[in-house]
């Protein structure tokens, strides 16, 4: 068993001595807790940053789709323009080739008006000659 005279030497010296002892391992706990902390939160920043860059990557293949697709809806939008192009050049030449026919149409049209009035006017003519003939002989004529 231990004296009075080991219990005042635990107390004063050892005492003394162990306190910085025990204050530095209490200083190294606590900075092993934060370290340990600070690394499970920058653990933890690390993955969000992981799954924050995952979900950017999506987007951006999610976008590279995206512009593919207008890549392609854009082809066709020209291919569809170039056709309707030429269906206008072709309906130019249409309109063209029917305004030649009509020009055709209304000469011949004008001629037979002018035919059907010279033949109005010989009608005529050959009525009073018929009429004066008639007259002259004498005969009735029915109508």
Do not use: C, Y
Request: charged share 35%; no cysteine; proline share 1%.
């Amino acid at each position: 068993m231990l004296t009075k005279d080991d219990k005042n030497w635990i107390e004063e010296k050892l005492a003394k001595e162990v306190k910085p002892l025990r204050d530095s391992v209490d200083l190294l706990r606590k900075k092993v807790s934060e370290t340990s902390f600070d690394k499970l939160h920058s653990d933890t920043r690390l993955n969000a940053i992981e799954a924050s860059q995952m979900r950017v990557e999506e987007k951006v293949d999610s976008f590279d789709k995206d512009i593919t697709e207008l890549k392609v809806d854009s082809k066709l939008l020209q291919q569809a323009i170039l056709r309707f192009e030429r269906g206008q050049d072709e309906i130019h030449s249409l309109a063209s080739q029917t305004l030649g026919i009509v020009e055709g149409l209304s000469g011949k049209v004008a001629g037979l008006d002018q035919e059907n009035k010279m033949g109005s006017i010989t009608l005529r003519r050959h009525d009073v000659q018929i009429h004066e003939l008639a007259k002259a002989t004498g005969t009735t004529i029915s109508d």
